[in-house]
């Protein structure tokens, strides 16, 4: 098993010799290139995505052809375009790998696999899933409750690597706001 992996497990399952073994049989590894896309819109996602490197970004596309990022999914986190891959239909949104990244995919089959044959395995992707619920819940807050500046600074606070490692155009689409509003909220630090 990937250490990166065996270190998101620590402290929270115990695994066994062979659980350890059927997670890293299970876990395949990819790489992809900057910009990338990994999932296409109207594809059925087949895979959950760890990112060991990099960052990949979920994002809708409009009829105007307007991209707008739902997640953002760094180092050492889980992610997919979860309606699709849990429902097993085709997806609205696509995937992206916005860096080089290296990543470890599990599929649908696998992820079933997992959760019937390790004890404790079920219960652990329901807390992570639940973790994310909140964290998606507290980001719309944010674009309905607060201003352009209160985002920004949080996101500051909370995330920097995200304004120091994105391009613009996608962070200020991430926090909701024009690629003008972001210059101007950058220069006023």
Known sequence: MHPALKKQFEGKIHLSAEHEQLIGQCFKPRSSGRNEILIEKGSIVKHIFFVIKGCLRVFLI????????????????????????????PSLASIQSLEPSELL???????????????????????GLEQDYIAAIERIESLITMDSKERYQILMK???????????????????ISQETLSRLKSKK
């Open 62 to 89: 409009d009829d105007k052809g307007n991209e707008s990022t739902r997640f953002l999914i760094f180092e050492d986190h889980f992610g997919t375009a979860f309606p699709s891959f849990i429902r097993q239909q």
């Open 105 to 127: 995919v599990l599929s649908y089959a696998d992820r079933q696999k997992l959760m019937n044959e390790i004890p404790g395995w079920e219960t652990m992707y329901r807390l």
């Open 158 to 176: 909370t995330q920097p690597g995200i304004i120091q490692r994105l391009p613009g155009k996608i962070v200020a689409d991430y926090l909701g």
